[in-house]
């Protein structure tokens, strides 16, 4: 039987996200997008919980090597780590997906 892993939100990843929605409502003006955004993200999350190892790792080496995933989320990334021990998963970027966030680890 599968246990749910825990989620943990890096205080960074919800700065980003914060971003990400004020983007949305302010500067494009569209707060369905924000709302479909955040319940997309929600599912995801969901899903990732039971099932960790569902994405890839991230193609950056060096990231990899950390072992950091990278879960597609509309056009978005999140970057997050997995701790089987403690069966936690570590979020700890949403990134525009044509952003080069391999630059901020």
């Not at 960074?12 to 929605?21: G, P, S, T």
């Not at 003006?29 to 899903?47: C, G, H, I, P, V």
């Amino acid at each position: 039987m599968n246990m749910a892993y825990k989620l943990k939100i890096s205080e960074e990843a919800r700065l980003q996200l914060k971003e990400i929605i004020e983007y949305m409502t302010l500067k494009l003006r569209n707060s369905k997008a924000a709302t479909d955004f955040l319940n997309t993200l929600e599912k995801k999350y969901d899903q990732l919980c039971l099932n960790p190892e569902m994405y890839e790792y991230t193609n950056d080496m060096r990231l990899r090597s950390l072992g950091y995933r990278r879960m597609p989320v509309d056009n978005y990334i999140v970057l997050y780590l997995v701790d089987k021990d403690k069966t936690e998963i570590q979020i700890d970027g949403i990134f525009y997906s044509k952003y080069n966030y391999r630059n901020d680890r």
